[in-house]
């Protein structure tokens, strides 16, 4: 059974910080693209981050660069994104996908290349 499990979001007001993580089994974890995707209410999802397999490659939406960072622990078959300096514009459902392999030209930050979903986890960034 091939399965993603996100945990870690929160109610945090604006600066704060929060670390998101994305547990799988059931397949080869570190050998796929792992990406982050975000969704508000009326809002299309869009993508927040990604990380490579071969290279280690990390991948960032504008609106988070320099605030965000993605990380993967092999050991752990987990992957991580770290989200400081808050705004209230980060608010959403936040889900991790997966890439199978093999891929070469794919875009990161695009929801149509994933093979694979988390259910998501709630961040709210409110006073």
């Known amino acids: 059974q091939v399965q993603l499990v996100e945990s870690g979001g929160d109610l945090v007001q604006p600066g704060g910080s929060l670390r998101l993580s994305c547990a799988a089994s059931?397949?080869?974890?570190?050998?796929?693209?792992i990406g982050w995707f975000r969704q508000a209410p009326g809002k299309e999802r869009e993508g927040v981050s990604c990380?490579?397999?071969?290279?280690?490659?990390?991948y960032y939406a504008d609106s988070v660069k320099g605030r965000f960072t993605i990380s993967r622990d092999k050991a752990k078959n987990t992957v991580y994104l770290q989200m400081n300096s808050l705004k209230p514009e980060d608010t959403g459902v936040y889900y991790c996908?997966?890439?199978?392999?093999?891929?070469?030209?794919?875009?990161?930050?695009?929801?149509?290349?994933?093979?694979?979903w988390g259910q998501g986890t709630q961040v709210t960034v409110s006073s």
């Open positions: 990380i490579s397999s071969n290279d280690h490659r990390t």
């Open positions: 996908a997966a890439l199978k392999p093999p891929y070469s030209d794919y875009a990161p930050l695009g929801a149509g290349e994933y093979n694979y």
């Open positions: 059931g397949f080869t974890f570190y050998y796929y693209a």
